[in-house]
């Protein structure tokens, strides 16, 4: 049976979002959902959105094999609850399989559960987390991890890459995969994959130049100097390069090449097309440049990112 730990301001669809999935694997397998949400006090519990749903208490958890916590703009209280950590410690002492969506990762921390073992949570909260929990083997950038029988994900949606690959744990790669058919995902992605954009690291990402840099995207191909940027702006060269560096946080080169590199990694993490491939069709050139780059900003070249999220 699956458990859905919620508290007050829970993120609805950290809770949500994995119910669909374990739903929907369970009838694909032939079976009917065995899924039970859980909280401290039985009764209705009200999400961020306003929207409730209806809990059973800690009694109801007996036969829970897997537990799932959500998180959400009440987190603090939750993981501050005495009653929420010790329920989580002794399904810990069972053998129970125990997952935190987005920021549920600080219920299992502060339940004692994380320290020394590899996790991360929803990017925003990075650097308040790393700071209260130093123990822990932080991994900013990446969709979930598994430590054991301790699982955590990134922000939000990714508690559904998190409960796909549960499926696949527990009832194989074909339910897997028809699961997130139904759920119409454009494809799985696996716990290596990143949480960032680029662009959405810009400083502003929607400002005057965020046109440009949407279509330097689907242009990577081209050669995307900063005398044709410049000239797709309207401007001279020098007069772009002051501005689009003052509006965004970053030289232009710089924005070309994280787009570059992003667009690449998606490629080599979720396809089988060959590195070489991959490094014309994102404008490196030739593997050896593209290599160099993921080297300076992941530390690992591309086949070695490639077999960590088909490992995922």
């Given amino acids: ?59 109801s958890a007996n036969a829970i094999t897997t537990l799932v ?23 810990v002492k069972r053998g129970v399989r125990i997952a935190s969506v987005c920021s549920g990762a600080y219920v299992l921390a502060e339940a004692g559960l994380l320290d020394g073992r590899r996790a991360t949570t929803h990017w925003g909260r990075t650097r308040d987390f790393v700071a209260r929990y130093p123990k822990v083997k932080f991994e900013p950038d990446q969709i979930f991890t598994r430590d054991g029988n301790v699982w955590t994900s990134a922000g939000i949606t990714a508690g559904i890459d998190l409960a796909l690959a549960m499926v ?98 998606e490629r080599v993490q979720s396809s089988r097309e060959g590195i070489e491939l991959v490094a014309h069709a994102t404008g490196f050139g030739d593997p050896e440049r593209m290599r160099r780059a993921f080297i300076r900003a992941f530390g690992q070249p591309p086949q070695a990112l490639r077999r960590a999220a088909r490992a995922g």
């Fill in 1 to 59: 049976m699956i458990g859905i730990l919620i508290f007050p301001d829970f993120q609805l669809l950290d809770a949500a979002g994995p119910i669909s999935v374990f739903e929907i694997a369970a009838r694909a397998f032939g079976k009917p959902p065995a899924i039970r949400v859980l909280a401290a006090e039985a009764g209705p519990v009200r999400s961020s959105s306003g929207v409730e749903m209806m809990a059973r208490d800690f009694r």
């Fill in 69 to 91: 916590v959500a998180g959400g703009a009440g987190v603090a209280e939750a993981a501050r609850c005495e009653v929420t950590r010790a329920f989580i410690q002794r399904l």
């Fill in 168 to 265: 696949t744990e527990d009832h194989g790669e074909e339910i897997a995969q028809a699961t997130a058919r139904q759920l119409v995902l454009y494809h799985r992605r696996s716990g290596g994959q990143s949480q960032f954009s680029s662009l959405l690291e810009l400083k502003t990402p929607n400002g005057r130049f965020g046109a440009l840099l949407s279509w330097a995207r689907e242009n990577l191909h081209a050669p995307l100097t900063v005398e044709d940027l410049a000239d797709r702006a309207g401007m001279s060269a020098r007069h772009f390069a002051r501005a689009f560096t003052a509006e965004t946080g970053t030289t232009p080169s710089k924005a070309i090449e994280r787009l570059r590199i992003e667009v690449a990694r």
